[in-house]
């Protein structure tokens, strides 16, 4: 192949590759609303109910939250989590961030999303700080991105944030759920792309190939026509 062919060849593979890294939201949630994900570019989540997914709360001191999301596999690439009074307003405060976590600041109050769509290990924590003196049982809303079909939204936990009472406490089976799966299917998710590229660079070879043939074939033809006419056989 000449070398034309081959920058050609790669330049095409490195347009058809954008797509793939453009087709999550990469740098966050698309929205600030758990209700809202399936009427969002993401669609509805192709996961089959029970998921597996659970975020639980836990007091290790006086106001101070553990909220600690599992679920089946190595991980996930994103996620939304916010906290709701009675009124549905956002409360609280996020801290000790991970860094791979953000405030998002288009949503009104602390609500806390992915920064990149890195793989993000389980079992995955997140601290919340409840607002002085307040008391009545809050929501924690929150979903989980595994890769872009396949999204889940967890269960509501309701808390008591003064006593630390919980509707969804850590227990020893979610442990278990986080371990990482030994089954070959996240293998096999995670060289797809890799395998979808090679699919395409070898189409992109082999058409490639075909073109560069029938371009010599012509320029043999037109050359052999331009000895017939004659003397400009040496013509390029
Ligand atoms: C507040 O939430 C806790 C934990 O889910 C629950 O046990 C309690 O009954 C709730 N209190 C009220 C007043 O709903």
Redesign the pocket.
């Given at each position: 192949m000449s070398k034309n062919t081959i920058k050609l060849l790669l330049s095409l593979l490195l347009l058809t590759s954008i797509p793939f890294y453009v087709s999550a939201f990469p740098t966050g949630a698309g929205t600030c609303n758990v209700e809202e994900m399936a009427n969002g570019d993401h669609g509805p989540s192709s996961l089959k109910e029970p998921t597996g997914y659970r975020l639980s709360a836990d007091m290790p001191t006086k106001g101070n939250f553990e909220l600690t999301a599992v679920g089946p596999g190595d991980g996930f690439k994103g996620i939304l989590v916010y906290v709701l009074n009675a009124k549905n307003e956002r409360i609280g405060e996020f801290t000790n961030l991970p860094a791979t976590m953000q405030l998002k600041s288009d949503c009104k109050g602390s609500t806390v999303t992915h920064k990149t769509k890195d793989n993000k290990n389980f079992p995955f924590k997140l601290n919340w700080k409840a607002p002085q003196g307040t008391s009545?049982?809050l929501t924690i809303k929150s979903l989980i991105v595994k890769d872009f079909k396949n999204w889940a939204r967890l269960e509501d936990i309701?808390?008591?944030p003064v006593t630390g009472?919980?509707?969804v406490s850590p227990d020893t089976n979610e442990v278990t759920a986080g371990q990482p799966s030994k089954s070959s299917k996240p293998f096999v998710e995670k060289y797809v792309l890799f395998i979808v590229m090679i699919a395409i660079t070898t189409l992109l070879y082999i058409v490639g190939s075909v073109i560069e043939a029938l371009l010599k074939r012509q320029q043999v033809k037109s050359r052999s026509f331009a000895k017939t006419v004659g003397g400009f056989g040496n013509a390029k």
């Open positions: 009545g049982n309701e808390f008591d009472a919980s509707s």
